[in-house]
């Protein structure tokens, strides 16, 4: 179960572009209402390791799709 379960990310279509993917993200937390705090955790953690872990993350965090 994700962090922000009811915040919905289409990552389909990306091409594996790990920067498009954070913004999306970023961008999908920020309308969301997650505070400034938790945006940052998610970036920091989402660039700390391989495109697999950037992909992981953002399971973490919101409910992709």
Not at 21 to 43: N, V
Request: hydrophobic content about 40%; overall charge negative.
């Amino acid at each position: 179960m994700a962090i922000y379960e009811k915040i919905s990310v289409k990552l389909t279509g990306e091409d594996g572009n790990a920067f498009a993917i954070m913004a999306k993200i970023t961008s999908a937390l920020q309308k969301g209402g997650a505070p400034e705090s938790d945006i940052e955790k998610y970036q920091s953690e989402s660039m700390s390791g391989s495109y697999d872990n950037l992909l992981q993350t953002a399971m973490k965090w919101v409910n992709v799709t």
